[in-house]
């Protein structure tokens, strides 16, 4: 799964299925990113920022569902980094 940020938008492109589940996270905007994603009630995100032109990596156990994604840092997630990760 690749899940990009810019100003202010989130892409999210391929499939992902129940069980490990790669995270590439890319920062395709102007400004450092972070990462965070709500995985069946706990939070887990990045350890650190991304930097323009940069990119993370999560690796997840998910099960099936969806899931709330967003830009940890203030006031992003408002602006509209925002998403909802389908897992199948
Ligand atoms: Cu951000």
Redesign the pocket.
């Given at each position: 799964m690749e899940i990009s940020?810019q100003e202010w938008s989130v892409g999210i492109s391929g499939m992902a299925h129940a069980g490990q589940v790669k995270l590439l996270i890319r920062n395709q905007g102007r400004?450092p990113?972070?990462f965070a994603i709500n995985a069946g009630g706990q939070v887990r995100q990045l350890g650190s920022n991304v930097a323009a032109g940069g990119s993370g990596e999560l690796t997840l156990a998910l099960a099936a569902g969806e899931y709330t994604l967003w830009?940890p840092?203030p006031g992003?997630r408002e602006r509209g980094?925002e998403a909802k990760l389908q897992v199948q």
């Amino acid at each position: 799964m690749e899940i990009s940020f810019q100003e202010w938008s989130v892409g999210i492109s391929g499939m992902a299925h129940a069980g490990q589940v790669k995270l590439l996270i890319r920062n395709q905007g102007r400004f450092p990113h972070s990462f965070a994603i709500n995985a069946g009630g706990q939070v887990r995100q990045l350890g650190s920022n991304v930097a323009a032109g940069g990119s993370g990596e999560l690796t997840l156990a998910l099960a099936a569902g969806e899931y709330t994604l967003w830009c940890p840092l203030p006031g992003h997630r408002e602006r509209g980094l925002e998403a909802k990760l389908q897992v199948q």
